[in-house]
Nanobody, 120 residues
Framework: QVQLVESGGGLVQAGGSLSLSCSASGIIHSINTMGWYRQAPGKQRELVAVISKDDLTNYADSVKGRFTISRDNAKNTMSLQMNSLKPEDTAVYYC??????????????WGQGTQVTVSS
């Protein structure tokens, strides 16, 4: 099994910044794609940003130019720097990874989520 733990959520005013972190632990053979998703009340979970093992990135149009995803493969960690935050960024943010365990089982893993609230 792979455990993901997020940190860094909170309350910020519109225009402000927050940084989210995600740490993967467990008996891990390899971490493949990592990403951030979010879910606002009454809405479906949506992709925010993903990053491949080779640092190729993809962002939702709504966050391009404002958010930056990065990862440290040596530490099995990932971060999301969020700048120029808007009230519509308010959501629970989830860390995701496609990982292979030490038993060579590949699967999708999710963190428990961290709340980001942007006040207007």
């Amino acid at each position: 099994q792979v455990q993901l733990v997020e940190s860094g959520g909170g309350l910020v005013q519109a225009g402000g910044s927050l940084s989210l972190s995600c740490s993967a632990s467990g008996i891990i053979h390899s971490i493949n794609t990592m990403g951030w998703y979010r879910q606002a009340p009454g809405k479906q979970r949506e992709l925010v940003a993903v990053i491949s093992k080779d640092d190729l990135t993809n962002y939702a149009d709504s966050v391009k130019g404002r958010f930056t995803i990065s990862r440290d493969n040596a530490k099995n960690t990932m971060s999301l720097q969020m700048n120029s935050l808007k009230p519509e960024d308010t959501a629970v943010y989830y860390c995701y990874t496609d990982a292979t365990t030490g038993w060579r089982q590949r699967g999708d893993y999710w963190g428990q989520g961290t709340q980001v609230t942007v006040s207007s």
